[in-house]
């Protein structure tokens, strides 16, 4: 989500990918932990166990997230890695504020440091891609062979 990422999905279809993505790590977990001849079924119970539950979390996440994000935009009135930023500064206080202001602010400060590191990581993926690549000169043509009658 840096420097003009207009390709998001709206908020309710990115509660819905969160929580497939939940659905999705728990039954690679339940697969692993079964037995070799039971991977399907561990899978499922896996999946139904625990996917509600994470993919709730991730869908709460992105829904605080995505709502700060669309607020900061708003008041900036620019799009760059710090809106993500303080959106997850902002998200991360939030989730944390049930434990008091010393919670909120490490779960604020924690949560911005981790979009801190993914904006920037995309940054220099970007910078990285961007960078024209050089090309090697094309051999000269070599003159047709003579063809002799």
Known sequence: MSHGDHTRDPCPW??????????????????RASPRGER???????????????????????????????????????????????SGFLTGGCLAARGGPKAAFGGAVGCAILLGVFEGIGVLMGR??????????????????????
């Open 128 to 149: 990285m891609f961007a960078q024209p690549i050089p090309q090697l000169p094309l051999p000269e043509a070599a003159p047709a062979p003579a063809v002799s009658a």
């Open 40 to 86: 399907l079924s561990g899978s499922l119970s896996a999946i139904k166990a625990r996917a509600p539950v994470l993919g709730g979390n991730f869908g709460i996440w992105g829904g605080m997230f995505s709502t700060f994000d669309c607020a900061v935009k708003g008041y900036r009135q620019k799009e760059d890695p710090w809106n993500a930023i303080l």
């Open 14 to 31: 990115v509660i819905l990918n969160d929580f497939a993505m939940g659905a999705v790590w728990h039954g690679i977990k339940g697969a």
